[in-house]
């Protein structure tokens, strides 16, 4: 069995720069909030669309940011992990979102990417999807980690 590529980036950009074989990886961005996010405008412009496109249509995806929401508010809660279907073209995600020194930290689990254009979208979303969360809890962005298989890396 092979050992997951791990990655360690400063900024979105740069971890997507540093995917270069297909298998299975494991992203951590320290600062995922330093622009830009992308390197093409558009992808980003979309991929922020898209987020509060589906906040404001999606009720399953509504239900359950007022539900992290909720629970982080609430006295000793730390952690919170959601299933999420169907954002970015993306089947299935996991999503624990997580308190550590005032900072809202995110862990994506997915099983399967077919490309880092995928993977960079994602990595936008949940970004979008923290500082919404951090602002409404008056909380400070925090890191965010991707696990993923099998990830193509011939598609772009």
């Known amino acids: ?5 791990i990655i360690n980036a400063e900024t979105i950009i740069e971890a997507i720069s ?11 961005v320290r600062e995922p909030e330093k622009r ?15 987020y509060y496109q589906d906040i404001t249509t999606n009720n ?4 359950k940011i007022s539900s992290i929401i909720k629970e982080l508010k609430s006295d000793g809660a730390k952690t919170v ?10 089947n299935l995600l996991y999503v624990k979102l997580y308190l550590d020194h005032g900072k809202l930290n995110a862990s ?3 099983p399967r990417i077919d490309s880092k254009e995928a993977i960079h979208k994602l990595l ?7 500082e919404d969360l951090s602002l409404s809890l008056g909380l400070a962005n925090g890191t965010i980690t991707l696990m993923t298989m099998k ?3 011939n598609k772009s």
């Open 151 to 153: 990830v193509n890396s």
């Open 1 to 5: 069995m092979m050992k997951p590529k």
């Open 108 to 110: 994506i689990i997915t």
């Open 60 to 63: 399953e995806l509504k239900g």
């Open 81 to 90: 992990i959601e299933e999420i279907r169907g954002v970015i073209d993306i």
């Open 18 to 28: 540093k995917i270069e074989d297909e298998g299975d990886i494991v992203i951590h």
């Open 36 to 50: 830009p996010l992308a390197l093409q405008k558009e992808l980003e412009e979309e991929v922020i669309r898209s």
């Open 124 to 130: 936008i979303y949940v970004e979008i999807m923290l």
